[in-house]
């Protein structure tokens, strides 16, 4: 089992249509968890962390269940410049783990 | 502007002869690290740099050897390629070892060896 699991897409939605993604994580000793971006053959950039109580960003927001060990994204009212791969990442003391990304589509 | 600069941005060259991909980084950080990117199993940590002179090695570091003499670069040297290195591959820089999951990474380096 990948220690950092996610589902790969890609998810089609419309434009406006509310949209959410799950990472799994093997370890329950991770302690930091972070969600990226990545625009096609572009480098990924940091979207936002994840904090344990949850955290909203604009259209963003991200939470944490550690009890089942996975972190979501949701995206709100998606625009067509969403469209991207979104990898998450966890982390554990000095080890560092991507998740191999979720692609998304925005269609108008 | 703040930014990590890789280069060259793409390379073809041949099984064993030696390279290096330079990566600056203009921001001061402390922390800087080499990730490898394929299909399907998402970025992968090559080498990583808490600071000056101290390098550890990442989950895939066989083939790859690091320097961090300068704080500003971190050039990934690659002894002698073989085509299974064959990849595209980002550096990237935090601010300090506190913040690593925070990172600023370069534009990608994409590297094909015959």
């Known amino acids: 089992r990948k220690e950092v699991e996610q589902d790969p897409g890609p998810f089609n939605v419309p434009e406006g249509a509310t949209v959410a993604f799950n990472c799994t994580y093997s370890?329950?000793?991770?302690?930091?968890f972070f969600w990226y971006r990545q625009d096609c053959r572009k480098e990924p950039k940091l979207l936002m962390s994840?904090?344990?109580s949850g955290n909203e960003d604009g259209r963003f927001t991200a939470q944490l269940n550690r009890a089942s060990q996975y972190i979501s994204l949701l995206i709100r009212d998606s625009k067509l410049s969403d469209s991207a791969t979104y990898l998450c990442?966890?982390?554990?003391?000095?080890?560092?783990?991507f998740g191999a990304g979720t692609r998304l589509t925005v269609k108008p | 502007e703040a930014q990590v600069t890789q280069n060259p941005r793409y390379l073809i060259t041949v099984t064993g002869k030696k390279l290096t991909v330079t990566c600056s980084q203009n921001?001061?950080?402390?922390?800087m690290s080499w990730y490898r990117q394929d299909p399907g199993l998402g970025l992968r940590q090559i080498y990583y740099?808490?600071?000056?002179?101290?390098?550890d090695k990442g989950d895939v570091p066989e083939g790859y050897k690091v320097s961090r003499k300068e704080k500003r670069n971190f050039p990934l040297i690659l002894e002698s390629p073989s085509p299974n290195q064959t990849s595209l591959y980002f550096c990237?820089?935090?601010?300090?070892?506190?913040?690593?999951?925070?990172?600023?990474f370069g534009e990608g380096s994409r590297l094909t060896v015959l």
């Open positions: 990237a820089s935090s601010l300090s070892s506190m913040t690593f999951g925070e990172l600023f």
């Open positions: 370890n329950s000793a991770s302690q930091s």
């Open positions: 994840v904090y344990s």
């Open positions: 990442v966890v982390i554990r003391n000095n080890d560092m783990r």
């Open positions: 921001m001061n950080h402390e922390y």
């Open positions: 740099s808490m600071n000056v002179e101290a390098t």
